[in-house]
Each structure stands twice: as C-alpha cells, then as structure tokens.
C-alpha cells in the first residue's frame, strides 16, 4: 500500500484516482469535515509507549516530530475547508489528551463518545449532530492517524469527490489507493467495470469488498486492478 492512504465518504461508491492527481476546485458550498480521533491505538500501542511513556493512542502522539497525528491531519483538512467547519470526534477516556481542544473549539465542533465503539458508530453519532446543526451537508470523513506523503495532491482527489458529491447527491463516495503489491492484511475494494453517468469524473459502482483475503486472492484483487 503506498504511503499517504486515507479513506474518505465510507460506503457504495469508489472515486477512480488512478490518473495523475491535480487539484480541482469547485465554487460549490464547501463541506464540512469529520476528523475522526476516537480509537483507541492498540495495533500501535508497542511503539508510542516507548516514544511518550504513556498509554496515549497514536492521534496523540508525536511520532516523526513535534506535531501530533491528529494536530496535522487538522492541518491537513484546514487545505480543504476552514476550521470553523470541522468536526472531531474523541473518546471520552481519551480526555486528559484532547482537553486542549475544548478551548480551541465550541462545544458542538467537539463530539465526546462515551467509549470508543469502532468506526461506524464513530462516523454515525457525529453525523447525526451535523444533521441537527446544518441539514443536509456534503461531508468528508478524515482519519486522524495517517501518513500523507502529498497532502496537495490527496486534497484535490478530495475536492473531486466532493463535486462529485454535489452532483449527485444520493452517492457516497469512497476513495482507494492503487496497491504496489497483493498485500493481505488491508481491505481492498473490487469496483465494478462500468462507470456511473456522472459528468467531468469516472465514478465506479463497488462490486464488493474484501477484508485481508488469502494470497491467492489477494493476488487476483492487484491483477484485476483493484484498490486498498
């Protein structure tokens, strides 16, 4: 999988992102943004206890310099849309490392889970309070532990996306990243061969998904184009 994967607008449709990325802007309302901060960091626990001597999850460490995972995927999302439009979503066992946030956002930008439930429950409790404060809103979904390689290049995939989006307001849209090789511990997402009737973007229907398949597969999923 290359270095700077992030997934984004969960569920039925993959964005085809296999030509050369550049950046397309679009005069649409903006989205909103939901950063999602709320795992609990146990695959990578080993590692950022020895960096922080604690039990911190990953979004709050520091593990290449002085700015967290989830400081810079902030920073990151601030090249799409303006702060005053993001969304966090944390833990509330989490608190004594994301307390700073209560002072830089207001309460209803900071949505506090009991517990951390995994993902779905993570995107569902957070989009029901955007329901609420804005209606019906395109929203992209950003998780906060990733490692981008070109951030410029990824938000314009996202831009796209989200004009996609506005065009049609009834898809959902799901990014993937090409694979370098038949990797067998990510998801991979099999698109089917005929496009949406979308205008300006190659939009693929999902024929299935595919959690860590066996090599065999795995290798059937790279030759047949698929994406992680």
């Known amino acids: 999988m290359k270095a700077g994967a992030e997934v984004f ?7 085809n992102n296999r030509r050369e990325g550049r950046i397309v802007r679009t005069s649409s309302t903006p989205p909103w943004a939901l950063i999602l901060a709320g795992g609990d960091g146990i695959r990578l626990r080993p590692l950022t206890t020895q960096i922080v001597s604690d039990l911190r999850p990953k979004q709050f460490c520091s593990l290449v310099d002085e700015e967290t995972l989830l400081d810079r995927t902030r920073r990151r999302v601030d090249q799409l849309v303006q702060s005053r439009r993001h969304l966090i979503v944390v833990s509330r066992p989490h608190e004594a490392y994301f307390r700073y946030l209560a002072v ?3 309460p209803d930008r900071l949505v506090i889970q009991p517990a951390n439930r995994g993902t779905a429950p993570g995107i569902v409790y957070p989009l029901l309070r955007l329901t609420d404060l804005m209606g019906d809103t395109p929203v992209a979904v950003f998780p906060s532990d990733h490692a981008v390689s070109d951030e410029l290049v990824l938000i314009g995939y996202v831009r796209r996306a989200v004009k996609v989006v506005h065009a049609r307001r009834d898809v959902i849209v799901l990014l993937g990243i090409e694979a370098d090789y038949p990797e067998t511990e990510y998801g ?7 496009p949406l009737p979308i205008d300006g973007e190659p939009v693929f229907p999902i024929r299935r998904f595919w959690e860590k398949p066996s090599p065999p597969l795995a290798q059937q999923l790279f030759e ?5």
């Open 9 to 15: 607008f969960y569920e039925q449709f993959i964005l």
């Open 104 to 106: 830089e956002f207001a």
């Open 188 to 194: 991979w997402i099999e698109p089917r061969d005929v």
């Open 224 to 228: 047949r184009g698929s994406v992680e």
